[in-house]
């Protein structure tokens, strides 16, 4: 497939939790970026992490990125109600015209 | 702030006729939008790349006489589903690269197609 692949799929965590969202690829990148939708909603960006970059920082969400596994991963913490949503990692590949790849997602469920 | 707007919003209509989906940029000028396809519990997948004032960019196994695209002006896209059937029920989905920035982008709230 030419999407990447995130998990879990879903995940249902207690308010006050930290949750944590798993993305795989397989071409090289430029970038990577997560969005967030909330259910029959448009995407949201969320952050934005470069090929040389480790490790970013946007409130309580935290993106790393290891060029060498081809992954990343998003880490929200102290999660709130309003977090529950879909979640995609999306890679703009080297060489493409801004075109973004979508990973197959993760619904997270934050339970009050 | 600059955004992107999609109408309508929702749609229903009988299998065999036309449907038409409009993608404003506001506020800002977009030479380049995507449109995207999303079939429930699933990912967004890029159908084609519209081009103002040139041919749109298909993706592989989309048919572009089915799904016509026309990027009338900078600010304006449209998707055509000609001849809908039920399997084209899905939520259609436009983007607009953000102005000034290499590749993030802005996504309408999307249209919700269903096609009895």
């Known amino acids: 497939s030419q999407q990447g692949e995130e998990d879990p799929q879903a995940l249902s965590i207690q308010e006050g939790e930290n949750a944590t969202m798993n993305c795989s690829y397989k071409t090289s990148i430029n970038n990577l970026q997560w969005y967030r939708q909330n259910s029959g909603r448009g995407l949201v960006h969320l952050i934005l992490?470069?090929?040389?970059?480790r490790e970013k920082h946007s409130g309580r969400l935290r993106v790393t990125l290891d060029t060498s596994k081809k992954s990343s991963s998003l880490l929200i913490t102290a999660s709130r109600a309003a977090d529950t949503a879909s979640y995609f990692c999306?890679?703009?590949?080297?060489?493409?015209?801004?075109?973004?790849?979508f990973g197959s997602g993760t619904q997270l469920t934050v339970l009050p | 702030g600059a955004v992107v707007s999609q109408h309508p919003s929702w749609v229903i209509c009988k299998s065999g006729t036309s449907v038409k989906i409009e993608c404003r940029s506001l506020?800002?000028?977009?030479?380049?939008m995507f449109w995207y396809r999303q079939f429930p519990k699933q990912s967004l997948m890029l159908m084609a790349t519209s081009n103002e004032g040139s041919k749109a960019t298909y993706e592989q196994g989309v048919e572009k006489d089915k799904f016509l695209i026309n990027h009338a002006s900078l600010t304006l896209s449209t998707l055509t589903v000609t001849s809908a059937h039920p399997e084209d029920s899905s939520f259609y989905i436009c983007s607009a690269p953000r102005p000034l920035s290499t590749d993030t982008q802005y996504f309408g709230p999307g249209t919700r197609l269903t096609v009895l």
């Open positions: 992490i470069r090929s040389n970059e």
């Open positions: 506020d800002f000028q977009a030479t380049t």
């Open positions: 999306a890679r703009v590949s080297s060489g493409s015209a801004r075109q973004l790849t």
